[in-house]
Antibody, heavy 118, light 110 residues
Framework: EVQLVESGGGLVQPGGSLRVSCAASGFTFSSYWMHWVRQAPGKGLVWVSRINSDGSSTSYVDSVKGRFTISRDNAKNTLYLQMNSLRAEDTAVYYC???????????WGQGTLVTVSS | QSVLTQPPSASATPGQRVTISCSGSSSNIGSYHAFWYQQLPGRAPKLLIYNNNQRPSGVPDRFSGSKSGTSASLAISGLRSEDEADYYCAAWDDSLRGPVFGGGSKLTVL
């Protein structure tokens, strides 16, 4: 079964750092581009970042550029999002997703909640 | 304000057909494929439609997608109570140089 499981969310103070992870199983992780998408409480989906299959190319939404870093360890089948200089507006559930059919996101993980508050 | 515009809500009774629209521009839907995602309450999103009108394996044929110009639509026929969810459209956007989502449409099955 293709599965993505996020971990590492929690409560962090403004200006702090946090790294969330996404463990992949059931497919050849190293063959797929991967993405992070976030959803603030009661709000819609916002794409955050993507990384190509070998980790050599990344891109970010403007609001996180210079603060967030996406990476992957293909030997460990794990995707990461390092988040620095966190702000209250970064509070959200962070989902990882595999880029699959036609470029669509499938599947998605269950999400991990990041709360930025003092 | 989302780049892709969806109605915030839609409703219909069981068995009816409902359509949800997604309006974009030449930099997104007008140039690229549209996607639709279903998010059941408290759950992660799920891919429902890819490449404008294709269904992943396991998605019932009650769900269909279409695209015309800079707009896309999701139609659900034979509505069921379990279809009550939030629905999001998405597409690549040249201006933002990344995928963009609509604001989401909350479907209520009356």
């Amino acid at each position: 079964e293709v599965q993505l499981v996020e971990s590492g969310g929690g409560l962090v103070q403004p200006g702090g750092s946090l790294r969330v992870s996404c463990a992949a199983s059931g497919f050849t992780f190293s063959s797929y581009w991967m993405h992070w998408v976030r959803q603030a409480p009661g709000k819609g989906l916002v794409w955050v970042s993507r990384i190509n299959s070998d980790g050599s190319s990344t891109s970010y939404v403007d609001s996180v550029k210079g603060r967030f870093t996406i990476s992957r360890d293909n030997a460990k089948n794990t995707l990461y999002l390092q988040m620095n200089s966190l702000r209250a507006e970064d509070t959200a559930v962070y989902y990882c997703a595999r880029e699959g059919l036609g470029g669509g996101f499938d599947p998605w993980g269950q999400g991990t909640l990041v709360t930025v508050s003092s | 304000q989302s780049v892709l515009t969806q109605p915030p809500s839609a409703s219909a009774t069981p068995g009816q057909r409902v359509t949800i629209s997604c309006s974009g521009s030449s930099s997104n839907i007008g140039s690229y494929h549209a996607f639709w995602y279903q998010q059941l309450p408290g759950r992660a999103p799920k891919l429902l439609i890819y490449n404008n009108n294709q269904r992943p394996s396991g998605v019932p044929d009650r769900f269909s997608g279409s695209k015309s110009g800079t707009s896309a639509s999701l139609a659900i026929s034979g509505l069921r109570s379990e279809d009550e969810a939030d629905y999001y459209c998405a597409a690549w956007d040249d201006s933002l140089r990344g995928p963009v989502f609509g604001g989401g449409s909350k479907l209520t099955v009356l």
